[in-house]
């Protein structure tokens, strides 16, 4: 299983950026997928996490509002819209995967690196 994480990158406060994780060597429909980041000096957080069908979300209070994660199964992707980006939201962010009745994510992916500007 690969999780290939991609679309980081430096963007001003208030700009916006999107995330994407393609995932291989799965059916991405059987899974259900989040997204974490971890900053210099920080743990890991978790941001968001989507159902296996995409019907139900969930995000951390932080970036309720703000960010929105969605999947495309067929394409084998994942992603995450980050609005109204800050200079608290710089980040190496992961996906994961976590199978059915797992409690923890099994799969993670190589990370991608947002930088906010102020």
């Known amino acids: 299983v690969q999780l290939q994480a991609s679309g980081g990158g430096l963007v001003q406060a208030g700009g916006s950026l999107g995330l994407s994780c393609a995932a291989s060597g799965l059916t991405l429909s059987s899974v259900s997928m989040g997204w974490f980041r971890q900053s210099p000096g920080k743990e890991r957080e978790f941001v968001a996490a989507?159902?296996?069908?995409?019907?139900?979300?969930y995000n951390e209070d932080s970036v309720k509002g703000r960010f929105t994660i969605s999947r495309d199964n067929a394409k084998s992707t994942v992603f995450l819209q980050m609005n109204s980006l800050k200079p608290e939201d710089t980040a190496v962010y992961y996906c994961?995967?976590?199978?059915?009745?797992?409690?923890?994510?099994?799969?993670w992916g190589q990370g991608t690196l947002v930088t906010v500007s102020s």
């Open positions: 989507i159902g296996r069908s995409g019907g139900s979300t």
């Open positions: 994961a995967a976590r199978r059915p009745l797992a409690l923890q994510y099994g799969w």
